[in-house]
C-alpha cells in the first residue's frame, strides 16, 4: 500500500481488506475481502531499422529494435544459417550471419532474424520477425571482338 493505492511489484495476487476504527456516532467497520490478481504486462518488440531496397549477397544490415517496456534487446537468426541439401548441388550455403547488431548477406534465399526481449518480473516475454530475401546477382557476359 501507497497511502490509499495499491501498488504490484510483481505478478501474483493479493488479499486486502480495510477497517476504519470506532468513532464517536460509528462502531468499528471492515470491509469483506477483496482479491486483486496482477498479471505480467504486454510489451511490443518492433524492428525500427529501415530496411534495404534491393538485398544482394556481400551486403551487411545493421538491425534496430525496441521493446514498449524499454528493456534490452537480443537478436538471433531463426532461419538461414542452415547448410542444406538443394536440387542442384549436394549443399545449399548459409544465407546470413549475425554477429552483435549486423548482419551480413552471405547467399540467395530467406534470412528470419527473432529480435527478443525476455521480460522480467514486471514484463512479459515478446519478441518480432524480420524476414530479408536476399536476392541474386546479375552477371554480364561481353565479347571480346
Not at 62 to 69: G, N, R
Not at 86 to 97: D, H, R
Not at 106 to 135: D, P, R, Y
Amino acid at each position: 500500500m501507497d497511502g490509499n493505492k495499491l501498488r504490484a511489484t510483481t505478478n501474483g495476487w493479493c488479499e486486502v481488506t480495510a477497517q476504519k476504527a470506532m468513532s464517536t456516532n460509528y462502531n468499528t467497520a471492515s470491509s469483506p475481502v477483496a482479491v486483486f490478481t496482477f498479471s505480467k504486462q504486454v510489451q511490443v518488440v518492433t524492428f525500427t531499422s529501415a530496411t534495404p531496397g534491393m538485398l544482394l549477397p556481400g551486403q551487411s544490415y545493421q538491425l534496430a529494435a525496441t521493446a514498449s517496456s524499454g528493456l534490452s534487446i537480443s537478436y538471433t537468426v531463426t532461419r538461414g544459417l542452415e547448410i542444406q541439401a538443394s536440387q542442384n548441388t549436394n549443399y545449399s550455403p548459409a544465407v546470413c550471419s549475425l554477429s552483435g547488431t549486423t548482419v551480413t548477406l552471405l547467399g540467395t534465399g530467406t534470412c528470419e532474424i527473432t529480435a527478443t526481449q525476455g521480460g522480467n518480473a514486471q514484463f512479459a516475454q515478446a519478441s518480432a520477425k524480420l524476414i530479408l530475401t536476399v536476392g541474386q546477382l546479375n552477371q554480364v557476359i561481353e565479347f571480346n571482338t
